[in-house]
């Protein structure tokens, strides 16, 4: 009996956008392309592309021989996960396309499988070609397709979920491990094609704390604005126009269409955080992320860094698969943000203004074009979970909870300006400013207990979503503090890092014991 492996890909520029699909049917035994397949299919999302591409993959082999046994493999862990039965189909564009790719060949004689997008470049130039040929107003013609002759011989990639860091990893990893004249590689300075922070980096940065922006005028901070530029963006994963975009389109939604995303509040909490990374094949994590977050003040906070901070091997080559990625979205504006007034969990929980709800929106329309956010997760503040909502309704996501990313308790001083504090508490305000370990008055958090709580978050999350991509929807202290962690930096860093509303960072965290600060503070979106 024969056997052939279909590759398919689709894409939209837009999601929904301008669309297309490609096919690609080889012999297994021998790898030679046996048939091609690509149309532009007009406007369409991604998700449906892609069940189109399939579609005339699998049809396309049933020319060559229904008696065929056949191995799809796609980029699209959706489609790979509903066609294999493990997802629930729920899209009701792309119920009777799965319905119509499921009677193509009888059952048992197609087997589905997932790989990333490095290895499916073949079906993805087909899908380009088409869509640029949809943008000149024609239909792709085989005749002067060049996808099998651009289409480099497979390379291995790390196997898992995508991850928006896998594709460089992959490159940093091979490069690491080489060996130039019979030697064993020199280590490299991490940079930015690793994504890995250089030792001794610069914490340094514009200031603002909690929803009020409340130290920026404490004097310990530096003025600065926000640019609203970035040289990374959270994910590669944004459409191009361009004729040669083999890597550039990825659906907005690979996610159990059951429509939920593991809970983190399902995740039992014990009283020793879950490990920060994957653990190794062996079962056991490394001592560093074994450490509990226990007990208070700096000596907790030093615990919590290093359970991400700590590399298990110095130098050496490490572990540098598919990272779990958050993408960290400050909550758009409320009616207190302009006023620059202290809003955290112990207040009167405010919903998003109108322009709040606007920049939620810009946000939602700006991950849709990346299209790699897989789960959203949010504070349970009515802002943060109405900003997550916006989110996620564009993105066909679930939003979960995650009660450790609200924000600070800030006491008495919930709703007043800085300013206000300052004449009222005035000694209370300057020994909060001096040590992470005490409290606004009143019984509020204190820093340190908030860095303890947002790490045990942390720790949950990056358990339940490994390798993945998560949006966290949550607040100034909360995303401040996973990004100073991630670089190691002490408390007194919250206070020289500006963060605007709405604005989107992101932080990769990697199975050898390393976070990666990937994005900060871009707030280009809004523009």
């Given amino acids: 009996m024969r056997e052939f492996v279909v590759e398919a890909d689709g894409g939209s520029r837009g999601n929904p956008g301008p669309a297309g699909y490609g096919a690609v049917v080889s012999d297994a035994a021998t790898g030679e392309t046996l048939a091609e397949a690509a149309e532009y299919i007009g406007v369409a999302t991604n998700n449906v592309a892609e069940y189109r591409g399939l579609l005339a993959g699998l049809r396309a082999a049933r020319d060559l021989d229904p008696e065929a046994r056949v191995h799809v493999r796609m980029d699209s862990k959706l489609v790979i996960e509903q066609m294999s039965g493990r997802w629930k189909i729920k899209h009701p564009a792309m119920k009777p396309l799965a319905a119509e790719a499921a009677t193509v060949f009888p059952p048992g004689q197609v087997t589905y499988e997932w790989i990333p997008r490095e290895r499916n470049t073949h079906a993805d130039r087909l899908a380009n070609e088409a869509m640029d040929a949809g943008k000149r107003g024609e239909q792709w013609s085989p005749a002067a397709s060049r996808a099998d002759l651009d289409t480099p011989p497979a390379v291995p990639a790390p196997e898992g979920p995508p991850g928006d860091a896998t594709a460089g990893a992959a490159l940093?990893?091979?490069?690491?491990?080489?060996?130039?004249?019979?030697?064993?590689?020199?280590?490299?300075?991490?940079?930015?094609?690793?994504?890995?922070?250089?030792?001794?980096?610069?914490?340094?940065?514009?200031?603002?704390?909690?929803?009020?922006?409340?130290?920026?005028?404490?004097?310990?901070?530096?003025?600065?604005?926000?640019?609203?530029?970035?040289?990374?963006?959270?994910?590669?994963?944004?459409?191009?126009?361009?004729?040669?975009?083999?890597?550039?389109?990825?659906?907005?939604?690979?996610?159990?269409?059951?429509?939920?995303?593991?809970?983190?509040?399902?995740?039992?909490?014990?009283?020793?955080?879950?490990?920060?990374?994957?653990?190794?094949?062996?079962?056991?994590?490394?001592?560093?992320?074994?450490?509990?977050?226990?007990?208070?003040?700096?000596?907790?906070?030093?615990?919590?860094?290093?359970?991400?901070?700590?590399?298990?091997?110095?130098?050496?080559?490490?572990?540098?698969?598919?990272?779990?990625?958050?993408?960290?979205?400050?909550?758009?504006?409320?009616?207190?943000?302009?006023?620059?007034?202290?809003?955290?969990?112990?207040?009167?929980?405010?919903?998003?203004?109108?322009?709040?709800?606007?920049?939620?929106?810009?946000?939602?329309?700006?991950?849709?074009?990346?299209?790699?956010?897989?789960?959203?997760?949010?504070?349970?503040?009515?802002?943060?979970?109405?900003?997550?909502?916006?989110?996620?309704?564009?993105?066909?996501?679930?939003?979960?909870?995650?009660?450790?990313?609200?924000?600070?308790?800030?006491?008495?001083?919930?709703?007043?300006?800085?300013?206000?504090?300052?004449?009222?508490?005035?000694?209370?305000?300057n020994a909060w400013l001096a040590s992470p370990d005490v409290e606004p008055t009143g019984g509020g958090e204190s820093f340190a207990a908030t860095a303890a709580r947002v790490a045990q978050a942390r720790d949950k999350l990056l358990a339940a979503y490994r390798g993945r991509t998560v949006l966290l929807v949550t607040h100034v202290t909360p995303i401040k503090t996973l990004i100073r962690l991630a670089l190691g930096a002490p408390p007194e860093a919250l206070y020289r890092m500006e963060l605007s509303a709405a604005s989107l960072s992101a932080v990769a965290y990697y199975a050898d014991g390393n976070a990666s600060v990937r994005l900060f503070n871009d707030t280009s979106h809004l523009r």
């Fill in 172 to 429: 940093v990893r091979a490069a690491m491990t080489s060996a130039t004249d019979g030697r064993t590689t020199e280590p490299r300075t991490p940079g930015a094609a690793d994504g890995r922070p250089a030792p001794g980096g610069d914490a340094g940065g514009p200031a603002s704390t909690e929803d009020a922006d409340a130290t920026a005028s404490t004097g310990r901070a530096t003025a600065g604005r926000d640019t609203g530029t970035s040289a990374e963006r959270p994910a590669a994963g944004a459409r191009s126009d361009g004729p040669d975009s083999s890597a550039a389109h990825r659906p907005a939604t690979d996610t159990p269409a059951s429509g939920k995303p593991a809970p983190a509040r399902d995740i039992p909490a014990s009283g020793k955080p879950a490990p920060a990374r994957d653990t190794p094949a062996s079962g056991k994590s490394a001592p560093a992320r074994d450490i509990p977050v226990t007990g208070t003040g700096a000596d907790a906070d030093r615990r919590a860094a290093q359970a991400v901070a700590t590399p298990s091997s110095g130098w050496a080559p490490a572990d540098m698969g598919a990272p779990a990625t958050f993408v960290l979205l400050r909550h758009g504006e409320t009616p207190l943000t302009p006023q620059k007034r202290f809003s955290g969990s112990g207040g009167s929980d405010p919903s998003l203004s109108d322009i709040g709800r606007e920049q939620a929106e810009k946000v939602a329309a700006a991950l849709a074009r990346r299209g790699t956010v897989q789960a959203v997760v949010a504070s349970p503040l009515a802002r943060t979970r109405e900003t997550a909502g916006i989110v996620a309704a564009r993105l066909g996501l679930d939003v979960a909870v995650e009660e450790g990313l609200r924000e600070t308790d800030f006491g008495a001083w919930e709703g007043l300006t800085f300013g206000e504090v300052r004449e009222r508490h005035p000694e209370d305000l």
